[in-house]
């Protein structure tokens, strides 16, 4: 080890706190950058993996109700590899020890295990066997909640009949990597469950025999046929059955949940590295630069002992790359162990048949190598400086810093106002410009981080108080088996507890724009109904008209339209006809594509008078009387399914507010950790360069706390100033994450109210202080006698 | 090139008369802002080999920007400046650092130690780049301080402080042992000890040594004297009999 290593190995000890802030920084950043793209690249393998050996379906065209042999057609279609027409109903489930009715949907699979499209993966007990015709496997997520396993018999009600079937088996699907139940926004296994029959025992419970309506299909590899072009001609040849929607892959929610998942984790992977090591790269540049000048006679008695230029600069570099080197090696730890606890946190809510965090060498060399480089960009400013140095100038003193006047005292009537100990740090402050821009960039990134999670935060709840209190408000929502007559309305009014009941109608069909075109449906609402209120983006009612759209924002931009314009409404069901419908008023929502209309218009517009196929509810607190009403809604036939949206959204919060207070927390360490590092790497440097001063202060009479509290005052200026600046970033991060989080399943809407400000605003200052106690114990151990004697 | 650092040492002290070093017309101006300060002002003279040369005058007058000059550490405005047979002012920077490390020894008032480094690790700065250095604990009995070898800076006096870096610069034997002040910072007692370190290396090893000092007194000991004022030689006398520094009172 040669002597200039030596120096450097003890110069890095004496500085240790600051390096190891600095390093913290690097490391935080690192860390970040190898646990998500490793997460990235585990879950990304996992979905390439899983697809493939389950073929996943490349899309789906759900029907009213088709020939098999008509289905088949679709499979001879150019550039069509595979189909599988299947059945696919929702169902109730009554579980004995279950007060509540509880959804289900009901899939056909083959009688015998067959490399069949949106094959399943089975995890306990088998696949059908012969002994018996109804024979049922579960959702692995649902069985286990439900403690459900193969040998036990369970009872679905199937076509408006109770049937009791053996569960053989429980599975996962490729599908339902992220389970959702109709509505829902996270996974809850309590309250949906999917269920896999047998082909000819669906055909028969369900009198299907011959028919289908479902058809999933795969493409062939490489195919060169436009694959809109084949789900068009698909869905011209089904078109007298129902077309109910056609879906490919990348509107699946479970794939596009997971997808924008893995395309959010690319992103932070990005972003999160960016604004960490950017920081740290400005904060060792402040200390080495620093270290430069300090180090000035040093330099020029290297030189004029005559070591050359490039020698003395690579010392130099290696602080820096010493500082990357460390930064990185714990960053990687730390980032196998980030990708490790998401890992966990992934498996809780994404079924994938293996799933397990992986150490790639690449990653972790590229997270090494992207610290290095950070630790030699941090070095170079000041490294460069060394080079600058000529040796005889190096010898001589460092000519004493600009000392006149700066810019704030010509404003006159302020600088008078300021007393002394303000002017030194208002001078200080302005002299020292490469710190202070490093300390506010530091602190912007900070509170950027902090406000961003904090809006993030607001967001969420917001869209559940929106999506879930304001928008839709009914306790229970009912769907009925096909239209019902306003007596079945009346009916469900006299069930026990029920304090209000609306009728809806759900009309299917194709929304068309000139090229634009999107399925969804059309949702009739009773006048002046309060279960369902669309809302403006201030979140105030909009009455629906008695004619017309009333349409979400999101299928508004999909077709193109604005309010007043017309589109064309294409009905799946009954006689397919256009209708030409004005769009009267958009409507903010968060989630789904959702087009509202006037009860009694709609029931017009398709040519039926007073039809019902939903009921929202809104009823009773009362335990025992919501158990009477489970137990009324179980035995009435015309209900097809029983949504109990209070415990949905109960759930929702619980989920969202758990991981988010996990986000936050991971937030306010991240964010801390700048801002602990960059105000003690800035507060502690410029101790040292002026310990003359602070010695000078202490002969003439300041205590320690009053030295302390002028750096206090210049790092809190430097602090509050980066706060403010890092604020509109933050809401700036937001925005970008919401445009990258907007689909059609999902939007993000972006929230701030005066607390992200005042939350963000207190923690920072929290830190500064945090920052400023460890500085302060630096000046009360200073040997200020030793500083006073010592040389300049 | 006129010699080597081995041909140096050797000594050819018996022929003071043979210049190592020659000024020609030396002028520098240091450019401050939008005044340009002329350091020196058309200097011609010579360093011999063997010599102790002694450089005094006032602040200001010019010594340590001839000594920058000669010590490769900064370069001429005007004129040229010889190393031997070769112009110094012609050097590279490349060429320049190189000479410092194999031609030029430099002591200085403040003495420049690198304080994390111990006694031992400031001479192996010096002792790691050169390509014939002394052994460095040889260097630091020179001085008298090889007991101190593992004290850092901090942990010694200024005239030990400044013996270690006497010890550097010799320990990659040197032809020329530029001292700026080399007392300057150091009491009576400790200043009279220094100067005879540097007088006995001049006697015992042939060094050539120019020594920057604001105390006429301290001259007495040196071969020459050459006086400066205002960038420009004054005065160049010439000390038959150096008075040994034992015998110098300040």
């Known amino acids: ?792 | 090139m006129a010699t080597s650092l081995s041909d140096s040492v050797t000594g050819n002290s018996s022929n003071p008369a043979e210049s190592l070093i020659r000024l020609e017309n030396v002028d520098k101006i240091f450019q401050m802002g939008e005044v340009a300060v002329q350091a020196m002002r058309d200097v011609s003279l010579d360093i011999y080999r063997g010599e102790l040369l002694a450089m005094v005058g006032p602040s200001g007058s010019g010594k340590s920007t001839i000594l920058n000059i000669v010590g490769g550490l900064d370069n001429a405005t005007n004129g040229k400046v010889w190393f031997g047979e070769q112009l110094l002012s012609d050097f590279s920077a490349r060429e320049l650092t190189r000479y410092r490390r194999d031609t030029v020894g430099f002591v200085f008032q403040f003495y420049n130690l690198v304080p994390t480094l111990s006694a031992r690790e400031n001479v192996m700065v010096s002792t790691e780049i050169s390509d014939e250095p002394m052994d460095v604990l040889e260097a630091l009995r020179m001085v008298d301080l090889e007991d101190r070898a593992d004290h850092f800076p901090s942990q010694m006096s200024g005239g030990e402080q400044q013996r270690v870096a006497i010890a550097r610069a010799l320990a990659k034997n040197p032809e020329l042992l530029l001292c700026d002040e080399p007392t300057g910072a150091l009491d009576f007692a400790t200043g009279k000890r220094v100067l005879r370190l540097l007088v006995d290396l001049k006697n015992h090893l042939g060094k050539t040594i120019v020594m920057i000092t604001h105390n006429s007194a301290l001259a007495q000991a040196a071969d020459r004297v050459i006086r400066l004022r205002s960038g420009q030689v004054v005065e160049v006398k010439t000390n038959d009999q150096p008075v040994p520094p034992e015998d110098i009172i300040w």
């Open chain 1, 1 to 792: 080890m040669s002597v200039l290593d030596k120096k450097l190995g003890r110069e890095f000890w004496s500085s240790k706190w600051l390096l190891l802030a600095i390093s913290l920084i690097i490391t935080l950043g690192v860390g970040c950058y190898v646990g998500m793209a490793t997460v990235y690249r585990s879950l990304q393998t996992a979905k390439t993996d899983y697809y493939s050996t389950s073929r996943m379906a490349d899309f789906s065209i759900e029907l009213k109700k088709s020939p098999l042999a008509e289905i088949e057609e679709i499979g001879r279609l150019p550039g069509v590899a595979a189909i599988r027409p299947r059945i696919s109903f929702y169902t109730t489930v009554d579980l004995p020890d279950a007060v509540q009715p509880i959804n289900g949907l009901v899939l056909s699979l083959p009688e015998r295990r067959s490399a069949t499209v949106n094959d399943i993966f089975l995890r306990r007990g088998s696949y059908f066997t012969d002994r018996r015709e109804n024979e049922v496997i579960v959702n692995e997520a649902f069985a286990k909640r439900h403690k459900l396993s193969p040998g036990q018999w369970i009872h679905l009600v199937l076509n408006d009949s109770r049937q009791e079937l053996f569960i053989v088996g429980t599975a996962i699907s490729s599908e339902f990597v992220y389970l959702l139940s109709p509505g829902g926004i996270v996974p809850d296994p309590e309250h949906f469950g999917v269920f896999y029959l047998k082909q000819s025992y669906a055909q028969d419970v369900f009198d299907f025999d011959g028919a289908a309506n479902q058809v999933l299909g795969v493409y062939s590899p490489g195919t060169t046929v436009s694959r809109q072009a084949t789900l068009d001609e698909a869905e011209r040849m089904l078109e007298s059955y129902g077309v109910i929607s056609t879906t490919p892959l990348v509107d699946q929610a479970s794939n596009r949940y997971l997808s924008q998942e893995i395309d959010g984790l690319a992103s932070f992977a990005v972003v999160m590295p960016i604004i960490f090591l950017g920081v740290a790269a400005v904060v060792l540049n402040v200390l080495l630069t620093r270290l430069a000048e300090q180090q000035r006679t040093i330099i020029g008695t290297l030189k004029a002992l005559g070591f050359f230029d490039y020698q003395i600069f690579l010392h130099f570099l290696k602080f820096g790359l010493a500082v990357g080197v460390g930064g990185g090696l714990a960053g990687c730890l730390v980032g196998y162990y980030i990708a490790a606890g998401m890992t966990i946190m992934y498996r809780m809510f994404y079924s994938f048949p293996r799933l397990d965090n992986a150490f790639y060498n690449d990653i972790q060399a590229s997270g090494l190598a992207i610290s290095v480089v950070c630790g030699i960009i941090g070095s170079l400013h000041g490294t460069r400086l060394v080079l600058k140095l000529k040796p005889a100038e190096a010898m001589r003193a460092k000519p004493p810093g600009g000392g006149g006047a700066i810019l704030l005292e010509r404003i006159g009537w302020l600088w008078r106002r300021l007393n002394t100990g303000w002017r030194m740090v208002a001078r200080n402050v302005i002299r020292n410009r490469m710190r202070t821009a490093a300390g506010i960039f530091a602190a912007a990134m900070g509170a950027a981080l902090l406000s961003s999670g904090f809006m993030m935060l607001q967001g969420s709840l917001y869209l559940v108080d929106f999506q879930f209190k304001w928008v839709m408000r009914s306790d229970i929502d009912l769907t009925l088996k096909n239209e019902r007559s306003e007596a079945a309305l009346l009916e469900v009014k006299s069930l026990p507890g029920v304090k209000l009941a609306e009728p809806m109608l759900s009309v299917p069909g194709t929304f068309k724009n000139g090229s634009h075109r999107k399925k969804g449906a059309i949702v009739g609402l009773s006048r002046g109904a309060k279960l369902t209120v669309p809302r403006d983006l201030e979140a105030r009612p909009i009455p629906v008209r008695g004619c017309g759209l009333t349409m979400s924002r999101k299928m508004a931009e999909i077709l193109d339209v604005k309010r007043g314009d017309f589109v064309t409404f294409r009905t799946s069901k009954g006689l397919q006809r256009d209708h030409e419908v004005q769009v009267l008023e958009i409507a903010e929502s968060y989630m789904g594509t959702a087009v509202y209309a006037d009860f009694d218009y709609l029931n017009r517009l398709v040519g039926e008078h007073g039809a019902i196929n939903q009921v929202q509810l809104l009823v009773d607190s009362d335990p025992q009387t919501q158990e009477a009403l489970f137990g009324e809604l179980k035995r009435l036939p015309s209900v097809q399914a029983v949504n109990c949206r209070s415990d949905m959204v109960k759930s929702i919060e619980d989920t969202l507010i758990a991981s988010m207070i996990g986000f936050i927390g991971t937030l306010i360490i991240f964010s801390g950790t700048i801002f602990f590092g960059s105000i003690l790497n800035s507060a502690l440097i410029g101790l040292a360069e002026r310990q003359r001063e602070v010695a000078t202060l202490r002969v003439l009479g300041y205590g320690p706390w009053q030295i302390g509290n002028l750096l206090f005052r210049e790092s809190m200026i430097v602090t509050v100033i980066g706060t403010f600046v890092g604020m509109p970033i933050g809401y700036g991060l937001t925005v970008l994450m919401a445009i990258s989080y907007d689909s059609e399943l999902f939007r993000f809407p972006v929230v701030s109210t005066s607390l992200t400000w005042i939350f963000t605003a207190v923690l920072a200052i929290l830190f500064c202080t945090m920052a400023q106690l460890f500085v302060q114990r630096t000046i009360l151990n200073m040997d200020w006698l030793d500083a006073l004697q010592s040389k300049e």
